[in-house]
């Protein structure tokens, strides 16, 4: 069973950075597909950003393409999330989720197995 813990959110004004950490308790394959998902009031979860831990290939939201980047450091099985240029409409819970092997683009929420409690990101005016 894998559990994840993140860390990093907070409030910051329009145009501030923030950098969310996402670290596993164990990952015993060779490739997970770890992402970053958002969700407001809405019960659907939004894909933000993920990677692929054996390649690196990276897949982001059209959203935050050019302001997020996500990164992973296997030794610490940690995802990082680093958001710049952060706006109002950024503001969210977000949660991050894993999952062994496959293509890891397309962001699709019911696709990951294991879950994070989240945590808010709050970007005011």
């Known amino acids: 069973q894998v559990q994840l813990s993140e860390s990093g959110g907070g409030s910051v004004e329009t145009g501030g950075s923030l950098r969310l950490s996402c670290t596993a308790s164990?990952?015993?394959?060779?490739?997970?597909?770890m992402g970053w998902f958002r969700q407001g009031p809405a019960p659907e979860r939004v894909g933000v950003a993920a990677?692929?831990?054996?390649?690196?290939?990276?897949f982001y939201a059209d959203s935050v393409k050019g302001r997020f980047r996500i990164s992973r450091d296997n030794a610490k099985k940690t995802v990082y999330l680093e958001m710049t240029g952060l706006k109002p409409d950024d503001t969210d819970r977000y949660y991050c989720?894993?999952?062994?092997?496959?293509?890891?683009?397309?962001?699709?929420?019911?696709?990951?197995?294991?879950w994070g409690q989240g945590t808010q990101v709050t970007v005011s005016s």
């Open positions: 164990i990952l015993e394959h060779s490739s997970y597909c």
């Open positions: 989720a894993a999952r062994s092997g496959g293509y890891c683009g397309g962001l699709q929420s019911n696709l990951y197995i294991y």
């Open positions: 990677i692929d831990t054996a390649s690196g290939q990276t």
